[in-house]
């Protein structure tokens, strides 16, 4: 029986450190990273009656935490811990590898003291190691958020014995280790790096027992037809992120399989409010009237899409669908230009790469030219694509449509997802151009509101609505195409590919 998987790849991480940008913004490299990292808790898997898979986030699966418990006054957090969970390097978890890990996020500054922020922990000072087993978090304000923030791959959980060993007085967090050689509690560690592949091996003694897959190598391979050509040959066995399109033809090889999971973020259309007359927000809430949502989804997705009906993803468990006011309605979308005495104009809009994107981008001109709105379409090539993050303005035109070109997300939470793109200030990740003051108050009260949190996630959605600056068409499909043979295969919508799970036949 063969031991060993070869996946096709045309590009390999740099940085194997999630709290570095370069680490954790390469969408393969936070797949890796969770297979020799794990984390305390993750998401389960669900497969719906469409044959479709998707994350349950309400239904959390214990991982390196076997329980957690609210305080009374829900303003602590207290997770035990498995015994008897060793590193690559044979030292058993402990409460001080988890608080050790959170430390270094808040002395970097960077995405794990994001996640903590908007999970409601103020400080490295409110983690405290209860005994070897046990650890708790003091939040500032009551927060349900943090076992789902806590599957997140930053603060990620290290073997801190490890890490402190490859320390200096000039690196005292050991990033520049820890940017080349995991050092984690997972199933795989890193065996080689090249330019050409990313080997990861089994670890011998992991927790939850032997490993079928001995060995995983991610080769890279020049273009995206040539892996697509080694999987079709058999010189590789699974190949991540196929369009739609290679996916159906795909389906026609016998030896091969290809299965669909849903993965943010999805297809959205981006309003810029700064920009005349889209300031005016009857003009947004016209052209959200405008849109042929339906026709997308049958059009650029074939019908293999579902609607998307809030910033939040489909699968939170704050997600509102029922607020949400827009439809296909020419008629609405005509009053609303009158009432605005807007008679047309003419605008651009910037369509990122992602599967079905140009095709819906046309429809979208199509249906716009009804309301006298000339659109005029630019390709964001994927080379020339800019990291949204950072950007001093992440709308890249007056209207943008941002598709699933990735994974996306990692955390379902709804003070996560709405604070990433339209918090308050530094909370806010990609800036795009809105400052919702009554919005940014009802995110604040999100994270205070304890039991209360659906509600005022609820009242939060409905302000972003109503303001119509970003309009969700449908929700992003991800295709994976496999060998018939590789059996137990499970892709989650969050980043992360669990090679711990395949076998082969």
């Known amino acids: 029986m063969r031991r060993s998987l070869i996946v096709a790849v045309t590009d390999l991480p740099t940085c194997w450190d999630m709290e570095h940008p370069a680490g954790f913004r390469h969408e393969l490299g936070a797949d890796l990273f969770q297979n020799c990292y794990e984390q305390l808790t993750s ?144 199933p795989y560690t890193l065996a080689s790096h090249s330019e050409e592949a990313v080997v990861l091996r089994a670890v011998s003694h992991w927790w939850r027992g032997p490993l079928a897959i001995e060995e995983a190598v991610f080769q890279r391979f020049p273009s995206r037809a040539e892996a697509i050509a080694a999987l079709q040959g058999g010189a590789a066995h699974l190949l991540l992120g196929v369009s739609g399109e290679e996916a159906a033809d795909l389906r026609q090889q016998p030896h091969l399989r290809v299965v669909v999971a849903e993965t943010p973020p999805g297809l959205a259309l981006h309003l810029d409010p700064t920009e005349p007359p889209l300031e005016n927000v009857l003009v947004r809430r016209a052209i959200a009237h405008a849109l042929p949502y339906r026709e997308i989804i049958a059009t650029a997705f074939l019908g293999a899409a579902r609607r998307w009906k809030s910033w939040l993803q489909p699968e939170n468990p704050a997600y509102a669908p029922d607020l949400w006011p827009y439809e296909e309605d020419l008629a609405e979308a005509r009053r609303l230009l009158a009432a605005a005495g807007c008679s047309g104009f003419a605008t651009r809009l910037a369509v990122l790469p992602g599967d079905g994107a140009l095709l819906a981008a046309q429809l979208i001109a199509d249906a716009l030219a009804r309301l006298d709105i000339s659109v005029t379409i630019e390709e964001v090539s994927g080379q020339s694509r800019r990291d949204l993050v950072g950007l001093a303005k992440a709308n890249l035109a007056p209207l943008m449509l941002r598709a699933g070109a990735g994974r996306g997300h990692r955390v379902y939470d709804p003070i996560y997802t709405l604070m990433h793109d339209f918090g308050p200030g530094r909370m806010r990740l990609v800036r795009y151009a809105y400052d919702g003051q009554e919005l940014a108050t009802a995110l604040r009260a999100i994270a205070a509101a304890g039991d209360d949190w659906e509600r005022e996630a609820r009242r939060a959605q409905a302000i972003l609505n109503a303001d119509a600056v970003v309009i969700p068409l449908c929700w992003s499909h991800f295709y994976v195409a496999y060998h018939r043979d590789l059996t137990g295969y499970r892709w989650y919508p969050d980043n992360r590919i669990r090679l711990a799970d395949l076998a082969w036949r």
């Open 43 to 186: 998401p389960t898997c669900q497969i719906g009656e469409d044959g479709v898979r998707r994350s349950d986030w309400q239904r959390l699966r214990p991982d390196l935490a076997e329980a957690w418990w609210w305080s009374d006054d829900r303003r602590t957090w207290t997770f035990r811990l498995r015994r008897g969970v060793c590193s690559a390097a044979g030292h058993e978890l402990s409460a001080e590898d988890v608080r050790w890990g959170w430390e270094r996020a808040f002395a970097l500054r960077d995405i794990g003291k994001w996640v903590a922020l908007v999970s409601s922990v103020p400080d490295a000072a409110a983690i405290e190691v209860l005994d070897r087993f046990t650890i708790a978090f003091h939040l500032d304000a009551p927060n349900s958020a943090l076992p789902r923030t806590l599957a997140q791959c930053t603060p990620a959980v290290y073997d801190s014995a490890v890490a402190r060993a490859a320390a200096s007085p000039d690196d005292p967090w050991a990033s520049r280790f820890l940017a080349r050689t995991p050092a984690g509690f997972g």
